[in-house]
């Protein structure tokens, strides 16, 4: 009874992971998987503070709104001069980066969620085959991610 209760406990725990890393992912993703109806074009990095970057945005379509200063959570893409493709949340100077580089930036947690379930899965139910996936799967995503914004 107690190895299958262990079981179920890291099944349990690993799918909280997995739910709340795709929960947290979704807030920027949804922008950039799906930006029909939101402001698309270029933001050019002028300052950088800790966690957040500014500068002027240029947007894609000539009939759209200029903004003097948007901002974005600061990666490691974003330095002083750097210009790249954003997309505005609706009503408001917020921006997430679009492109290859900004889908797999918003889809980084789910990478983190994936590795830590990963971790779960193989001392609750010590399936290999499955903790490789899993670990393998958030491993690739945040490499990805990595190379994406380091280009």
Same mark, same amino acid.
């Given at each position: ?57 240029? &947007?894609? *379509?000539?009939? /759209? $709104? #200029? ?13 002083? +001069? %750097? ?6 949340? &609706?009503? *408001?100077?917020? /921006? $997430? #980066? ?13 990478? +983190? %969620? ?13 399936? #290999? ?14 490499? %990805? ?7």
């Amino acid at each position: 009874m107690l190895p299958v209760a262990r079981q179920i406990a890291a099944a349990a725990l690993a799918a909280l992971l997995l739910i709340a890393g795709v929960f947290t992912s979704w807030g920027a993703a949804q922008h950039v998987m799906f930006p029909k109806g939101r402001e698309r074009g270029t933001m050019t990095v002028t300052r950088c503070a800790d966690e957040t970057c500014t500068g002027p945005f240029a &947007p894609a *379509s000539p009939t /759209a $709104v #200029r903004h003097a200063r948007v901002t974005i959570d600061r990666s490691i893409g974003e330095k002083k +001069g %750097a210009s790249f493709p954003v997309v505005l949340k &609706p009503s *408001s100077t917020s /921006a $997430v #980066r679009a492109g290859t580089a900004g889908f797999l930036h918003a889809w980084v947690p789910l990478g +983190g %969620a994936l590795l830590l379930a990963s971790v779960v899965l193989a001392g609750g139910i010590r399936n #290999r085959r499955l903790t490789w996936i899993t670990g393998g799967a958030g491993f690739v995503l945040l490499t %990805a991610a990595f190379a994406a914004l380091s280009l």
